[in-house]
């Protein structure tokens, strides 16, 4: 099992990014998947979730990101996607990628290895 995260780096306030999750080794389209942050000094935080892709799928954010990230799902290329616009200093942090199955009989919960975003000018 592998969830590898790409897409991130140094970014000036109010600009973009797009992060990536790549999944292997388990059935994608059965697992809810989660983006969670964790900034130096704090606790892991959960900040995005997506069940299913298609229109039905419901979608969670935190507060904080609301109106400004989106994230989405592909599952034939069984990727996660998280789209962050608007950044700002306080979104810097290490991005981790996380799988939870959505029925009984699965493994997991799964966790990458995370990708660091840093919001600064």
């Known amino acids: 099992v592998q969830l590898v995260e790409s897409g991130g780096g140094l970014v000036q306030p109010g600009g973009s990014l797009r992060l990536s999750c790549v999944a292997s080794?388990?059935?994608?389209?059965?697992?809810?998947m989660s983006w969670y942050r964790q900034a130096p000094g704090k606790e892991r935080e959960l900040v995005t979730t997506?069940?299913?892709?298609?229109?039905?799928?419901?979608?969670y954010y935190v507060d904080s990101v609301k109106g400004r990230f989106t994230i989405s799902r592909d599952n034939t290329k069984n990727t996660v996607y998280l789209q962050m616009n608007s950044l700002k200093p306080e979104d810097t942090a290490v991005y981790y990628c996380?799988?939870?199955?959505?029925?009984?009989?699965?493994?997991?919960?799964?966790w990458g290895r995370g990708t660091q975003v840093t919001v600064s000018s």
């Open positions: 996380h799988a939870r199955p959505l029925y009984g009989g699965y493994g997991g919960p799964y």
């Open positions: 080794g388990f059935t994608f389209s059965s697992y809810a």
């Open positions: 997506i069940t299913r892709a298609d229109a039905g799928g419901n979608r």
